[in-house]
């Protein structure tokens, strides 16, 4: 899938109603797991931490792109790539 022109993946785990969702932004790659039940949602959900990556990387000038330390309920956040 792509949103705003990230291209981006949502699948389920083994476990029930854990979806995990990655993306990449440069040579930087997002990567985490959220909770629920409905596939859509998981999405909603990657959509917005691409959201979230891309508006850091505008609003932090010649630094790297970081997401908020918290993740939302349900959801587990990985952050791969080089500094």
Same mark, same amino acid.
């Given at each position: 899938m792509i949103h705003k022109g990230i291209e981006y993946t949502? /699948? @389920?785990?083994s476990e029930p109603d854990i979806w995990q969702w %990655?993306?990449?932004?440069g040579d930087k790659?997002?990567?985490g797991k959220t909770q &629920?039940?409905? !596939? *859509?949602? #998981?999405? $909603? $959900? #990657? %959509?917005l931490r691409i959201d979230a990556a891309l508006k850091a990387l &505008?609003? =932090? #000038? *010649? *630094? /790297? @792109? !970081?997401?908020? /330390? =918290? !993740?939302g309920p349900g959801e587990k956040l990985l952050k791969y790539g080089s500094a």
């Open positions: 949502v /699948s @389920p785990t %990655r993306f990449e932004i790659v997002f990567a &629920t039940r409905l !596939a *859509g949602l #998981a999405a $909603r $959900r #990657a %959509r &505008t609003s =932090d #000038a *010649g *630094g /790297s @792109p !970081a997401l908020p /330390s =918290d !993740a």
